[in-house]
């Protein structure tokens, strides 16, 4: 399988950075980020949708493990986890009083992290109702785990937006599992 060209995840991700600033803008809602593998990607895609300066808070690149410890609360311990990445969105929102928050988390790779295989992503979301998080594993190099984890992200937090009421239990404690190829995303409409 062919690696995605950069530009259709691009394009991807700032359609759905458009509709979340739609969504945003007509709920009144705030949004603020946390960032550790994607290294402010996420944020670059929110901060440049239409009028981010009225929803988009702001996010926190917390790449390093002392900065989710010491800036967002993340308790010590290993950081490519469900809880790490739950900790993160839910320090983000408290810190900036936003109503939604999305954190990412995970080894990039080339090389496995904390016995996760290179790939695993973690991605949190805090909202309103609740916060849920999802185990991701993408195949491919680190800029591709990278984007990747980018367009996940931003497709979570659009449908937690969008679906407030359908958000999942925090405390059910299961988390999605999938495994992506780069470029083999089963929600874009595209042949796989």
């Not at 950075?17 to 670059?44: D, W």
């Not at 239409?50 to 790449?63: D, H, K, P, R």
């Not at 992503?121 to 800029?143: E, M, Q, W």
Request: negative net charge.
């Amino acid at each position: 399988m062919k690696a995605p060209r950069p530009d259709r995840l691009l394009r991807k991700s700032v359609e759905i950075s458009a509709r979340i600033s739609r969504i945003m803008r007509g709920a009144h809602h705030k949004v603020a980020a946390a960032e550790s593998l994607t290294s402010g990607s996420i944020s670059c895609h929110l901060g440049a949708a239409e009028s981010s300066s009225e929803w988009f808070l702001g996010s926190v690149i917390a790449y390093d493990s002392e900065v989710k410890f010491s800036v967002l609360g993340v308790e010590r311990g290993d950081v490519i986890t469900a809880g790490c990445a739950r900790q993160m969105a839910d320090g983000t929102a408290e810190m900036m009083h936003a109503d939604f928050a999305v954190a990412v988390t995970g080894a990039g790779g080339p090389e496995p992290e904390e016995g996760q295989p290179a790939g695993t992503v973690f991605i949190a979301v805090h909202t309103p109702t609740g916060t849920s998080v999802a185990k991701h594993r993408f195949l491919g190099n680190p800029s591709d785990v990278v984007q990747e984890t980018t367009l996940r992200a931003l497709q979570m937090l659009e449908a937690a937006t969008i679906n407030l009421a359908r958000v999942p239990d925090a405390a059910s404690g299961s988390d999605a599992v999938s495994t992506t190829r780069p470029g083999n995303d089963p929600h874009s409409g595209e042949p796989q």
